[in-house]
């Protein structure tokens, strides 16, 4: 994975949501922190080209997102209520949709979902209906749905928002079980605490690029 933010800004009208960034990102983890409306998902909307920059270049994988135009194929977005990114009711034909088009036969297909949910030891989840999933249910659901395109990069905003305890744990888990790349965007510091890398936002502003524990230490500085 390489990522590179060269001179990126978003501005909304007179609103700059992010100040002009430029960093290189190519480790496996990376932690997003920072309060609400400092620029978090805005940053990771630009990763997947979901928002073009305003000014400057994201270049994703060697390929600059403005060149497409909507989300990079490559980038998968779990987005902060993964209820909202479930199209079809039943799981199965969720996981499914997100692989039509691909020239696969049914059984392929089958194949692919049964192994999606798999990697989770989710099998059972198959043939039930979205709007009955827990929180943690869901996530894996949302989960299987982006990882079975086959990105090389995931986004998480906000992974574990609203779940309890049991189920933050089992995420928690999931993420670091991924061999794919990870963006994590958390309000639960815990979740990047072993992170290498982790960037704090403040005011639209690259306020710390850091091992998990300076970057974290500046947060607190920053709101006390
Ligand atoms: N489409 C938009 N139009 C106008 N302003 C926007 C838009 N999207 C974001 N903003 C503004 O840009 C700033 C950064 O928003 P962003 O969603 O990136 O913050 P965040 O750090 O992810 O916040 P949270 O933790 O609350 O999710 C905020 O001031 C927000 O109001």
Do not use: C, W
């Amino acid at each position: 994975m390489e990522i590179r933010f060269e001179g990126a800004a978003v501005t909304y009208g007179a609103r700059e949501a992010l100040s002009p960034l430029t960093l290189t990102l190519t480790e496996n983890r990376i932690g997003v922190i920072g309060l609400n409306g400092s620029g978090k998902t805005t940053f990771a909307r630009l990763i997947n080209g979901l928002t073009k920059p305003t000014a400057g270049r994201v270049i994703v994988n060697g390929r600059d997102t403005a060149d497409f135009h909507s989300a990079l194929p490559d980038v998968g977005f779990i987005f902060q209520q993964p209820q909202n990114q479930i199209i079809l009711p039943i799981v199965r034909d969720d996981i499914a949709f997100g692989l039509k088009g691909r020239g696969l036969s049914k059984a392929e297909i089958e194949a692919k979902v049964e192994a999606a949910l798999g990697r989770f030891g989710a099998a059972h989840l198959a043939a039930r209906r979205a709007h009955e999933l827990s929180g943690g249910e869901l996530q894996i659901a949302a989960l299987s749905a982006v990882l079975v395109t086959g990105p090389d990069i995931l986004i998480l905003d906000e992974p574990t928002n609203q779940l309890d305890l049991k189920n933050r744990a089992l995420v928690q888990k999931i993420i670091e079980d991924l061999p794919e790349n990870a963006i994590v965007i958390s309000h639960d510091l815990e979740l990047v605490a072993d992170f290498g890398r982790v960037l704090l936002f403040h005011g639209g502003r690259l306020a710390a690029d850091a091992p998990a524990a300076e970057a974290i230490a500046r947060y607190r500085e920053i709101i006390a």
